[in-house]
């Protein structure tokens, strides 16, 4: 374990001091890789698609998440004078280190947006840190980002927090920029305090950490010069609250879930931000716990290397689950949970007793989202059904993080290792189909889905000539997934439970119509329920295919018979705390209608 990992796990991370201590150290382990003169950080061997300069101009920016917060809260972050040569020398267009000139969809006009961060807090201190020549060089490399072609998602904040910076720090800024880039902005509001990543793209932790997190520091520190859109983040702001605290668990983690879990804690950003605007958006004692604990949580687990950096993982270094655009510094955007450190020590959230969760059970509906979220063991499992979400780009593991049937924060999920063999294609949570030849075809892209107070329905095709209709349907800790098969093919289907920690004390049930693995903490459960089954097993994936763990992990699954026709299958599915679940749900089809008993409670369902 590194020094680094000794000290935020032993740090009670009670007070502002905890907290900029943790950031300060987080900032220390970083300090033997500053070569004086440069502007960039080698941090490893690794690459993205936009190549290994960028990346150390990226590595480097992106602790700055941190170093700004400390600075304005008047803490000392180690190597202060080295950050702001590194700024001197990347904007100096003469200086063989230069950033360079940035080209169309550039990933270095996402990292001037820190830039404006740091202007935005420091004010004209920012440019204390300049000579006249070189805050010019600064304010002309920074304005490239005004008016350049970015993709139609979040990235559109970024050249905003620019001009803010530029205006809140007594520099000349392009108010026509702000408002072209806050009306894209505004195509992806659908309602009720929910955006979407870009016209039809996900709705993950990007909204929380990228669209709610800008616009919240955009909502404190222009209110007087913009009140009524400040005045509407906040207000979204509060909508999303009420909907995104049902993400995390009660011990401080959250649903993993989505593209560029590599940065981690950022997960929690949100609510560094919703401190920091001094809004009644949420109760202060709250958020100081949840965001207390999440950062406790997130300290003790294996995510730094024996120097102590934050590695590309997740639970732990993976690279099995990065993304294209995930660099070795690219961790570091997780240092935008500091944001708290700026406040004073003063300020109500410092002054505030944390407080658990509020209590929440049953279940949650998330129509903007296509998901539906539950609480199990006393808010300590958290999880989620979805359908409908597909990250358009393609990148690294797409249909694992987004279109699986359930996520969790106690059971992770499964990677895809390969598409040949069941136990290479990350069958949790997922009907795979096959053609018996040993390659599997699951949910992608859905045509259809609508959410209800009920369930959750999708209409998708593994195939052109098969149509597949599911109802994702909550049942207290369990859910029953129910699919329409309608094939042109003979085929093999095969119904994934949630993935469990394969351990020496592991026991695996199987019969006819159920397979149940059981460790001493967790279990994992699928049952048949309509009889149609031709066998239950386990499957092993291989290690490191968990994102939580690096051990091999059980899948519990159902394999059917598809035959040409119309066929139906129905499974409940159990993860939980050992020993805790009642028996499962039945269900009965009858015409238009389905009927579940559970718990000597029946309630009938149209579909």
């Not at 590599?262 to 709250?286: H, K, M, N, P, Q």
């Not at 539950?374 to 249909?399: I, P, R």
């Not at 009907?431 to 959750?456: A, H, M, N, P, S």
Request: hydrophobic share 40%; proline share 4%; glycine share 6%.
């Amino acid at each position: 374990m590194s020094k680094t990992q000794q000290f935020l796990s032993n740090n009670p991370l009670a007070t502002r001091n905890d907290l900029a201590a943790c950031c300060q150290e987080l900032l220390k382990a970083v300090d033997p890789f500053f070569t004086a003169g440069c502007s960039g950080l080698a941090l490893g061997e690794t690459t993205t698609h936009y190549g290994k300069k960028i990346a150390e101009m990226e590595a480097f920016s992106r602790l700055l998440w941190g170093v700004f917060p400390l600075l304005s809260g008047d803490f000392n972050s180690s190597n202060v004078e080295y950050y702001f040569d590194a700024i001197r020398v990347g904007t100096d267009p003469n200086h063989p280190q230069y950033w360079g000139e940035i080209n169309d969809f550039d990933q270095r006009a996402v990292e001037m947006a820190v830039y404006g961060y740091g202007m935005a807090l420091l004010r004209e201190g920012f440019w204390n840190y300049f000579s006249e020549s070189e805050a010019n060089n600064v304010q002309t490399w920074l304005e490239q980002s005004a008016w350049a072609v970015i993709p139609d998602n979040n990235w559109h904040f970024f050249p905003i927090m620019v001009q803010i910076g530029f205006q809140l720090s007594g520099k000349p800024y392009d108010q026509k920029s702000v408002d072209f880039h806050f009306s894209k902005i505004e195509e992806y509001y659908l309602a009720d305090g929910w955006y979407c990543d870009g016209i039809g793209r996900p709705r993950d932790y990007y909204i929380s950490m990228g669209f709610h997190f800008y616009s919240l520091f955009y909502a404190k520190l222009m209110k007087s010069h913009d009140p009524a859109r400040s005045a509407l983040f906040v207000e979204r702001a509060k909508l999303f609250a009420n909907d995104f605290i049902w993400m995390f668990a009660k011990d401080g983690d959250a649903i993993a879930f989505g593209r560029s879990l590599t940065y981690r804690f950022a997960e929690a950003a949100f609510w560094s931000a919703v401190a920091f605007v001094d809004e009644d958006i949420y109760d202060l004692g709250v958020v100081k716990g949840l965001l207390l604990r999440h950062l406790r949580f997130w300290f003790k687990q294996p995510i730094f290397d024996h120097q102590g950096l934050l590695t590309i993982g997740y639970h732990y270094s993976n690279l099995i689950m990065a993304e294209d655009y995930n660099a070795p510094g690219s961790t570091y955007w997780a240092a935008k949970v500091f944001l708290v450190v700026a406040l004073g020590e003063e300020h109500p959230f410092w002054q505030a007793d944390e407080k658990p969760l509020p209590a929440m059970s049953g279940i949650h509906i998330l129509p903007h989202a296509n998901q539906i979220i539950t609480h199990s063991d006393e808010s300590k499992h958290v999880w989620m059904l979805t359908s409908g979400q597909l990250e358009l780009n393609n990148y690294v593991n797409t249909e694992s993080k987004y279109t699986k049937f359930a996520y969790s924060n106690q059971f992770g999920f499964t990677l895809e290792r390969g598409r040949y063999q069941l136990k290479h294609n990350a069958c949790d949570s997922m009907l795979l189909l096959t053609e018996g030849d040993g390659y599997y075809r699951g949910r992608r892209e859905c045509e259809l889905v609508e959410v209800t107070d009920q369930y959750i329905v999708s209409t998708w095709q593994p195939w052109k000539n098969v149509a597949i209709k599911t109802w994702l349907i909550p049942c207290s800790d369990w859910h029953i997934r129910l699919h329409c098969i309608d094939s042109e093919r003979e085929l093999e289907a095969v119904e994934g439970g949630f993935s469990i920690k394969k351990l020496p004390q592991s026991v695996i049930e199987s019969s006819q119509t159920q397979c149940r693995v059981v460790t001493e903490e967790l279990e994992s459960q699928v049952v048949d329920l309509l009889n149609g089954a031709k066998e239950t097993q386990c499957v092993t994936t291989p290690p490191n295919s968990n994102i939580l763990y690096t051990e091999q992990a059980y899948v519990p699954v159902t394999t059917y018979d598809i035959h040409v026709g119309r066929q139906w299958i129905a499974s409940a599915v159990f993860a939980g705390k050992s020993g805790t679940q009642q028996d499962s749900p039945t269900l009965s089809l009858n015409g238009e209608e389905i009927e579940i008993v559970h718990l000597n409670e029946s309630k009938t369902i149209k579909i």
